[in-house]
Nanobody, 121 residues
Framework: QVQLVESGGGLVQAGGSLRLSCAASGRTFSTYAMGWFRQAPGKEREFVAAISWSGGNTYYADSVKGRFTISRDNAKNMVYLQMNSLNPEDTAVYYC??????????????WGRGTQVTVSS
């Protein structure tokens, strides 16, 4: 059974940083793409960042480019999202996801339950 568990969310002031982690279990994900998505209250879930199975290719939403960095550790089945220069518009529940390939939509196979990120002004 595939399981994704996010951690690292919390409350931070504008301009601050957080690092999200996602632990994957249930199979070996070293050949799968991994990604982060977010959903703010009243809005649809949106793509934030993704990384290819090798880590050689990364993808970002325009809204986070230059501020967020996605990385992975295949030996540990982990994916991370370093978030810097946070602003209130980044407030959302952040979800980890796994898929065979990177797609810049929410059509991913496996999802975590999410972790709340709140940025105060």
């Amino acid at each position: 059974q595939v399981q994704l568990v996010e951690s690292g969310g919390g409350l931070v002031q504008a301009g601050g940083s957080l690092r999200l982690s996602c632990a994957a279990s249930g199979r070996t994900f070293s050949t799968y793409a991994m990604g982060w998505f977010r959903q703010a209250p009243g809005k649809e879930r949106e793509f934030v960042a993704a990384i290819s199975w090798s880590g050689g290719n990364t993808y970002y939403a325009d809204s986070v480019k230059g501020r967020f960095t996605i990385s992975r550790d295949n030996a540990k089945n982990m994916v991370y999202l370093q978030m810097n220069s946070l602003n209130p518009e980044d407030t959302a529940v952040y979800y980890c996801a796994v898929n065979k390939i990177v797609v810049l939509t929410t059509a991913w196979n496996y999802w975590g339950r999410g972790t709340q990120v709140t940025v105060s002004s």
